[in-house]
């Protein structure tokens, strides 16, 4: 009975349509003149919501297939907003929320669905692509923005291009003398997922790195030291640290340099869901005018900067060559969290 609650129909009003289908005349009688003479004021307020529906209660042998279509429109209006996902909240939950909290902003009810497996991103791309998962979230760059719909608000402003370090306890003073980015190369391999979109930063910056296509896996590597240090979003790392201690318990966040380098980041949909995009802009558009965009963001990452301790560490800039051709610094705003000393110039 969903429709009938949402279109504020009373049931006198179903009887309505029930007596209407039970009409024991010729087909040819049963015109829209007809059905209207017949039953006067309710039948009209039938026409005024669903117009195209009274024409189909002329077939009398049609009559039952029609109700059950006016039935499913119930199950469609609920599942409209109902909407899947790949990246798991437990790793993504500053992202799935603002999600949630941009559609409902627009006054609608949302209901969000995770894969119950877990999926690495060469797969989840390929989920979106077939609309298996109606939205995601990526670091963009002109491959993405070709093979999907972005929305071009970056929900991170800038917070994930500032990296910390996840290293093996047993070097948790290796970098304490860093001072250049040479001394890294020359001395330290990174681990990466080969799958994420920046790690083409770690490639163009002469960066040795050891990929994985496994989130999961990079992990047991770092702890059986496959490498030496796994960079991670300030936002991220203390998250992960803290949920791999399981089968990672060495892992530690390094205290003394943090990488830095431009990575917006956008909401992306299949190229056929424009009705989505749409939405999560206009809502996103809105929590930025209301306050709220920037009140969630602080929210949730004020703890992380905090205890990130940015101004004792040495920043170490690389070049991101990922950005896409049309990428405008201008509309990059760092201002809610960044130093004066670390904004872009």
């Not at 009209?44 to 039935?71: D, N, P």
């Not at 999600?99 to 797969?123: C, D, Q, S, T």
């Not at 910390?164 to 681990?191: C, P, Q, W």
């Not at 340099?257 to 980041?265: D, S």
Request: charged content about 25%.
């Amino acid at each position: 009975m969903a429709v009938f609650k949402m279109l504020d129909i009373k049931w006198q009003f179903v009887s309505c349509i029930i007596k209407t289908l039970s009409l024991k005349v010729p087909p040819q009688r049963l015109s829209l003149a007809f059905i209207i003479k017949s039953q006067r004021g309710s039948i009209k307020r039938l026409m005024y919501i669903f117009q195209g529906f009274c024409f189909r209660l002329i077939s009398t042998q049609l009559k039952w297939w029609s109700f059950l279509l006016f039935l499913g429109l119930s199950a469609h209006a609920t599942s409209e907003n109902i909407y899947t996902h790949f990246q798991k909240q437990v790793r993504f939950p500053y992202e799935v929320k603002l999600f949630k909290m941009a559609i409902e902003r627009l006054g609608l009810e949302v209901k969000l669905k995770e894969l119950p497996e877990e999926i690495n991103y060469g797969r989840g791309m390929k989920h979106l692509e077939k609309g298996i998962v109606d939205f995601a979230f990526f670091a963009t760059n002109d491959e993405l923005e070709k093979r999907f719909l972005p929305v071009k608000l970056p929900i991170l402003n800038g917070i994930l291009g500032l990296r910390l370090n996840l290293v093996h306890k047993d070097s948790m003073h290796a970098f304490k003398y860093i001072e250049t980015l040479d001394d890294i190369i020359k001395r330290f391999n990174a681990g990466f997922n080969n799958h994420w979109p920046d790690h083409i930063v770690l490639i163009e910056n002469n960066m040795p790195t050891v990929f994985h296509a496994s989130y999961k896996s990079l992990f047991t590597m770092l702890e059986n030291k496959r490498f030496d240090y796994f960079p991670r979003g300030i936002n991220e790392v203390w998250t992960e640290q803290e949920a791999n201690t399981d089968h990672a318990p060495n892992i530690i966040v390094d205290q003394h340099i943090a990488f830095f380098y431009p990575y917006p980041v956008y909401f992306f949909v299949n190229k056929a869901n424009v009705k989505l995009a749409e939405r999560i802009e206009k809502g996103l558009v809105l929590m930025l005018y209301d306050g709220s965009f920037k009140k969630w963001f602080l929210a949730y990452h004020q703890k992380f900067l905090e205890r990130a301790k940015i101004d004792k560490r040495k920043i170490i800039f690389l070049k991101n060559p990922n950005l896409p051709s049309d990428f405008n610094y201008q509309h990059f705003d760092t201002s809610w969290w960044m130093p004066e000393e670390l904004k872009l110039k």
